[in-house]
């Protein structure tokens, strides 16, 4: 089931592009495995997934002790400060940075290792109460400021969550307004490339506003089974 969910994914994906003139390897396609067990993970790595992002640190740190780096691992969720060493011993990239005290912390902590961690600074651009996200322009200067002069932060972009709701118009404003600020903050000198933005219900929009990394969980995976702990699936 999954590897036939990945082709059929695919297949939307490549025309969507083909539709609105972008190149398809310009797109990162990230499998969302939050609370999926390892034998489903091990079958979209065997049809030809390279990426997997995790929302829970502890959760990713116990699934890469399996894996390792056998594949991408992407931060993707809420990071509290406590579990960022999890996340920077794991993560090839954080998508999540919402604040300045987070990004100091995960500099802090790659260093530490050293290693140069592979950011994004998570935006909020829309006005549900319950997404995260830097709220403030000068904020999110703020933040590309002290990880552009740090040696152990990278920062490759901007990453949002759309508004979940059906109008067309409020989801796009929200990607649309993310790549607005992105090519304004390369105008300053940042050279930010990656707009991570685009879920299962929302994706083929996102590719039609630029973006570069696609977090996919549902459309691969199907609906997650709240009732048993991950790693009894």
């Not at 990426?51 to 894996?67: P, R, S, V």
């Not at 040696?151 to 759309?162: D, E, Q």
């Amino acid at each position: 089931m999954i590897a036939n969910n990945i082709i059929a994914l695919r297949k939307r994906i490549q025309k969507k592009c083909s539709d609105c003139g972008r190149n398809i390897n310009e797109i990162k396609l990230i499998a969302v495995s939050k609370y999926f067990g390892i034998a489903t993970i091990n079958q979209a790595i065997d049809a030809g997934i390279l990426d997997f992002g995790e929302n829970k640190a502890q959760e990713l740190n116990l699934k890469f002790e399996k894996i390792g780096n056998a594949v991408n691992w992407h931060f993707i969720g809420s990071l509290q400060m406590n579990k960022v060493k999890y996340a920077v011993n794991c993560a090839e990239i954080i998508h999540s940075v919402d604040s300045f005290e987070l990004a100091k912390e995960i500099a802090k902590k790659a260093e530490a290792i050293r290693k140069v961690q592979n950011i994004l600074v998570e935006v909020k651009t829309s006005e549900e109460e319950t997404k995260s996200g830097v709220e403030s322009e000068d904020e999110v200067r703020k933040i590309l400021t002290f990880c552009k002069l740090s040696k152990n932060l990278n920062t490759l972009g901007l990453m949002t969550i759309a508004p979940l709701t059906e109008n067309e118009f409020l989801i796009r404003k929200s990607f649309r307004d993310l790549k607005n600020l992105l090519t304004k903050f390369n105008t300053e000198g940042f050279h930010l490339e990656q707009l991570s933005m685009g879920m299962t219900s929302d994706f083929e929009i996102a590719i039609e506003e630029g973006s570069t990394m696609l977090r996919i969980g549902s459309a691969i995976f199907g609906e997650r089974d709240y009732s048993k702990k991950w790693n009894e699936l």
